[in-house]
């Protein structure tokens, strides 16, 4: 492990009661460290002002951003003008936290449901489908004709959205899991774990989920994103963990970056990594 020593990647944090995003540029390389360089400049070039309960999960396709709001409900943006984003949807008959879309349809979590809104119409999305999952429902993606749900409280719930308008479940992994965030990648779930790290479940047989693999952290594992041979998650107080998944039953983290706050959401893109936190 080799820890970077960025200068003031982030400073004087300020809470406010209107919609912040905070994003941290972190430098990585493709092999098994991190590494510190100067970072950019980072600058906002838009924002909706708006008077939604909060913002806690967003799903992008082409130019339209799919957010998971609260009591809310799922907020539907138009931003091919990142400049002037414009709200051109919504269905706030939800609750929303966590959201994925897949085709004409948006998934998502809110209590302890899963809903199915179809956004073939992107300025009257309509709620479709309901399952009642139990438990709290946090992140969802969708593959195929499942949706992949972490549940904490339940571990991971698959569902069968063949029919969008009866959803039904088909397994669920519940021994010892409290699942904050899913990635589904191929035969592959990466599921972020709480106190439990990352655990890797093989999905081959979706009505059969395996852990395959797991790899412990030091913090609280809240979410996770998948690049190449590596995993990147975010770990609360932990703050960055890199784990190598070449080998999905041995993972193995392989550099991290303090970022001395709480990190809860990652996402990676070329070299960079952008990190949400407080």
């Not at 790290?197 to 059969?208: C, F």
């Not at 989920?209 to 952290?217: L, R, S």
């Not at 190598?244 to 990190?263: A, K, R, W």
Request: net charge negative; hydrophobic share 40%; charged share 20%.
């Amino acid at each position: 492990q080799q820890e970077c020593n960025i200068n003031q990647v982030a400073e004087n944090f300020t809470r406010k009661t209107i919609l912040i995003l905070l994003i941290v540029c972190v430098a990585l390389i493709v092999y098994s460290d991190l590494f510190a360089q100067e970072h950019e400049n980072a600058e906002q070039v838009g924002r909706v002002y708006n008077f939604w309960s909060y913002a806690r999960d967003i799903c992008i396709v082409n130019d339209i951003a799919y957010i998971a709001t609260g009591l809310s409900g799922l907020q539907i943006l138009n931003i091919s003008d990142p400049e002037n984003p414009d709200i051109i949807g919504y269905n706030d008959s939800i609750g929303a936290r966590g959201v994925a879309v897949s085709g004409d349809y948006a998934y998502v979590t809110g209590g302890s449901d899963m809903y199915i809104i179809s956004v073939a119409d992107l300025n009257n999305p309509e709620l479709v489908g309901h399952y009642e999952i139990g438990g709290s429902a946090r992140g969802i993606d969708v593959s195929g004709d499942y949706a992949y749900v972490s549940n904490y409280g339940r571990g991971l719930v698959i569902v069968s959205i063949a029919d969008p308008e009866h959803p039904e479940e088909i397994a669920c992994l519940d021994e010892k899991y409290f699942a904050h965030d899913v990635l589904v990648n191929g035969d592959l779930v990466y599921l972020a774990n709480d106190h439990h790290g990352l655990s890797i479940i093989s999905v081959a047989n979706p009505e059969m989920p395996e852990e395959i693999g797991f790899c412990d952290t030091p913090g609280r594992t809240f979410s996770v994103t998948v690049s190449g041979d590596y995993a990147y998650v975010s770990d609360q107080s932990g703050g960055l963990r890199i784990i190598s998944i070449v080998n999905p039953e041995m993972p193995e983290e392989v550099g991290y970056y303090d970022l001395q706050c709480t990190v809860w959401h990652a996402a990676i893109s070329g070299e960079y990594a952008y990190l949400a936190g407080y």
